[in-house]
């Protein structure tokens, strides 16, 4: 699904006063947004957002355009605030229809099917065999036995489950483009 619409472009005496905002020392405030924003994408990772970047990115520009009316009366720990302002993001992210949904071509379900799986073996084929083998593992079990396994890789790989989480995003945004080059190039056959 694509991120909510934004509606505003964040400009620099914005970002100027979010970075004043987290802390007067503007290298400090610096590292602090770094670590609010790879929070907040490693959050919309998690709970399976696909353009978690951009989510992260738009819940920003949306602290950042509050900045003036609370920096005065805000009490507590700063990213609390932007963790709040993702939660509506998020909830706005799964009121809109998948893009899948709206791009879907009607197509022969079958050949389709046929075509997506050649196409996402020939991917596969180009990643590393270590990678390969955590995608093809990750993905082979289902509910409960899903959930287990993945907290299995995660403790054999010494990391934590949104960090194995992470790693499989970043493998599948690789693979992604691979996958509709290859489609692509099937519909001119």
């Known amino acids: 699904m694509p ?9 620099q005496s914005q970002f100027d006063q ?21 929070r907040l994408i490693t959050i919309f990772a998690a709970r399976g957002c696909t353009t978690p970047e951009e989510l992260a990115d738009e819940t920003i ?6 900045v003036s009316d609370i920096a005065n009366e805000y009490v507590g720990d700063k990213a609390r605030y932007f963790f709040g302002v993702a939660n509506n993001v998020h909830h706005e992210y799964l009121k809109q229809p998948a893009a899948a949904e709206i791009e879907a071509p009607l197509l022969d379900e079958r050949e389709d099917k046929e075509r997506v799986h050649d196409c996402l ?41 949104n960090t194995l989480r ?5 493998l599948k945004q690789k693979l992604q483009p691979c996958v509709e080059r290859c489609l692509e190039r099937a519909d001119i056959f």
């Open 3 to 11: 991120p909510p619409r934004k509606t505003h472009v964040l400009d």
């Open 18 to 38: 979010l970075l004043a905002w987290l802390d007067d020392d503007r290298e400090a405030a610096g590292r602090r947004y770094e670590q609010i924003r790879w």
């Open 61 to 66: 520009d949306r602290v950042a355009r509050r």
């Open 121 to 161: 073996e020939r991917c596969l084929s180009r990643l590393a065999v270590e990678d390969r083998a955590m995608l093809l593992r990750y993905f082979s079990q289902e509910k409960r036995a899903k959930a287990e396994l993945h907290r299995a890789m995660a403790d054999e790989m010494g990391i934590s489950i």
């Open 166 to 170: 992470l790693r499989i995003l970043r």
